[in-house]
């Protein structure tokens, strides 16, 4: 036995579907989700970076202070230029962390949103 289904309840789904479907929306969804997935690996490299960072920071504190023990105890020059390098390597790690989150920054901002 046929049915017939209300003219509205088609209304409502075609309106649906016109909404949903519509090539602009599609297109705005879709730049919106792309958008997204580049913050959140922008978001993910300056984490690593700063992950780095603090590694460096750690390494370079151990041999910063083995340095000062030895030359506390030795005299002996050579451990003033281990500290220097330590400030060196500090030096370095943090401006390496400088560009990444200026590199990270420049490419969302560049990204476009929709």
Do not use: C, H, W
Request: hydrophobic share 50%; charged share 10%; proline share 3%.
């Amino acid at each position: 036995m046929p049915s017939t289904v209300d003219a509205q309840i088609i209304d409502v789904i075609n309106q649906v579907q016109s909404a949903t479907l519509n090539p602009q929306v599609v297109l705005t969804s879709g730049a919106g989700k792309a958008y997204q997935a580049v913050a959140q690996s922008t978001a993910i490299a300056v984490q690593d970076a700063a992950d780095a960072l603090r590694n460096v920071s750690t390494i370079a504190t151990t041999a910063a202070g083995v340095a000062m023990a030895q030359l506390l105890a030795t005299g002996d020059a050579k451990y003033a230029d281990a500290l220097a390098q330590t400030q060196l390597m500090m030096k370095s790690a943090t401006e390496d962390f400088a560009q990444v989150g200026a590199a990270a920054s420049a490419v969302l901002k560049n990204f476009p949103t929709g």
